[in-house]
């Protein structure tokens, strides 16, 4: 297991060392500079100044060189648009509400969407299993924003019972919680129950009821543990995109995370908080993959890392 993680971890590191190499090359491959927008208003000794400054004017693999160095001493440098303020620190103020709001929304993804697809494994009722694939098919078809929007408008604007701005309270979480997490609880609903009934036709199951166990026993022990590979591969890279941030659910109730943070450092073509947000992102995804895998091969020995 050793030789697996040591070897997951540098593929991981060459990823990294790839995503940050293609974002810095597309960034600067999009004429103009950081300065764009403000040049209007600059004189040229100013603009060609802090051009300089910021080491623009140099090639591009100097610059790539430079603050790669940097990046491995954990220095991700300063803000190109917020003058003076370093980016981790602005990722550090970001990220505690991006990563309560996501560890939030994927408990609540894992909870709902493992107990629906429990009861639509076993249900013979029509309308139990109607009203699940119902569910399923709103949470993928509908888009998160959508969902929060109608969220708001009910349950904030009509009926005034949630706060609709910021994480001040856990009434807050409710509803971006919900609306990211509707997604996830359609896909783990159905991964669950096909899951389980795909186990529960295996012969060791009905080995197990002829000995006289219990049905509830043969599944807790037995067949859910083997249903739920397939959530434990998709919880990993979820929860590091929940984690990261939603920035259309953050933007919409006001949530300072690290969401939106993105979105305004492409739209102010912010290369240093761009790397670094990339760079964050991409090492989230690696880690929980990793996660992922370890997870998988304790619960099932059938799994071999390799």
């Given at each position: 297991?050793?030789?697996?993680?040591?070897?997951?971890?540098?593929?991981?590191?060459?990823?990294?060392?790839?995503?940050?190499?293609?974002?810095?090359?597309?960034?600067?491959?999009?004429?103009?500079?950081?300065?764009?927008?403000?040049?209007?208003?600059?004189?040229?000794?100013?603009?060609?100044?802090?051009?300089?400054?910021?080491?623009?004017?140099?090639?591009?693999?100097?610059?790539?060189?430079?603050?790669?160095?940097?990046?491995?001493?954990?220095?991700?440098?300063?803000?190109?648009?917020?003058?003076?303020?370093?980016?981790?620190?602005?990722?550090?103020?970001?990220?505690?509400?991006?990563?309560?709001?996501?560890?939030?929304?994927?408990?609540?993804?894992?909870f709902v969407g493992i107990s629906l697809g429990l009861v639509a494994a076993f249900s013979k009722k029509p309308w139990i299993n109607g009203t699940v694939a119902f569910i399923a098919t709103v949470g993928v078809s509908v888009p998160s924003f959508l969902v929060a929007l109608l969220m708001m408008l009910l349950f904030g604007v009509k009926l005034g019972w949630l706060p609709m701005i910021g994480l001040s309270g856990w009434k807050n979480f409710i509803m971006p919680g919900v609306a990211l997490a509707l997604g996830p609880?359609?896909?783990?609903?159905?991964?669950?129950?096909?899951?389980?009934?795909?186990?529960?036709?295996?012969?060791?199951?009905?080995?197990?009821?002829?000995?006289g166990t219990g049905e509830v026993t043969v599944v807790l022990r037995h067949a859910l543990k083997n249903a739920i590979l397939p959530v434990i591969t998709y919880a990993g890279p979820l929860l590091a995109t929940l984690v990261t941030g939603s920035?259309?659910?953050?933007?919409?109730?006001?949530?300072?995370?690290?969401?939106?943070?993105f979105v305004n450092s492409v739209t102010?073509?912010?290369?240093?908080?761009?790397?670094?947000?990339?760079?964050?992102?991409?090492?989230?995804?690696?880690?929980a993959n990793i996660a992922t895998d370890l997870i998988s091969a304790a619960i099932d020995p059938r799994v071999r890392l390799k």
């Open positions: 297991m050793t030789k697996y993680i040591v070897k997951r971890v540098l593929f991981g590191l060459v990823t990294l060392f790839a995503l940050a190499t293609i974002t810095f090359y597309l960034m600067h491959a999009i004429p103009g500079t950081p300065f764009s927008g403000e040049m209007r208003q600059l004189s040229d000794a100013i603009r060609d100044k802090l051009i300089e400054q910021y080491d623009l004017d140099k090639p591009y693999h100097v610059q790539y060189i430079k603050y790669l160095k940097n990046a491995v001493t954990g220095d991700f440098g300063t803000s190109l648009h917020r003058k003076g303020a370093q980016v981790m620190d602005i990722i550090g103020k970001g990220l505690p509400y991006t990563a309560s709001l996501g560890a939030v929304s994927f408990c609540i993804a894992m609880i359609a896909m783990i609903s159905r991964l669950v129950k096909s899951g389980l009934q795909e186990e529960l036709r295996q012969d060791y199951v009905t080995l197990a009821k002829s000995k920035f259309v659910v953050e933007t919409m109730f006001t949530i300072p995370g690290i969401g939106a943070e102010n073509r912010d290369y240093t908080l761009i790397m670094a947000l990339t760079i964050i992102y991409g090492a989230f995804i690696i880690i």
